[in-house]
Nanobody, 121 residues
Framework: QVQLVESGGGLVQPGGSLRLSCAAS????????MRWYRQAPGKQRELVAT???????NYVDSVKGRFTISRDNANNTVYLQMNTLKPEDTAVYYCNADASVLPTWRRLGVWGQGTLVTVSS
């Protein structure tokens, strides 16, 4: 199995910054595309940012220019640098990865447990 563990959430004032991390561990063959989702209270889960193994990225319009997704393939870790945070960014942020799992190289979609980001004065 493969596990994802997020960290870095917390309370921040509007205009502030946070950096989320998500580390994969377990029987990893390869981690392909990694993503950050978020779910605000009473709303559906939303795809925020995507990064391929080769480093190509995509963002939802509402975070373009403020958030940056990056990854460290050697350590199977993905990051989300969040700047100029707004109250509407308040949500539980989830990491998701497309993983191939040893020893069978079976492909799985893996989710982390989520980390809460609260933007409030």
């Amino acid at each position: 199995q493969v596990q994802l563990v997020e960290s870095g959430g917390g309370l921040v004032q509007p205009g502030g910054s946070l950096r989320l991390s998500c580390a994969a561990s377990g029987s990893i063959g390869v981690i392909n595309t990694m993503r950050w989702y978020r779910q605000a209270p009473g709303k559906q889960r939303e795809l925020v940012a995507t990064i391929t193994r080769g480093g190509s990225t995509n963002y939802v319009d509402s975070v373009k220019g403020r958030f940056t997704i990056s990854r460290d393939n050697a350590n199977n870790t993905v990051y989300l640098q969040m700047n100029t945070l707004k109250p509407e960014d308040t949500a539980v942020y989830y990491c998701n990865a497309d993983a191939s799992v040893l020893p069978t190289w079976r492909r799985l979609g893996v989710w982390g447990q989520g980390t809460l980001v609260t933007v409030s004065s």
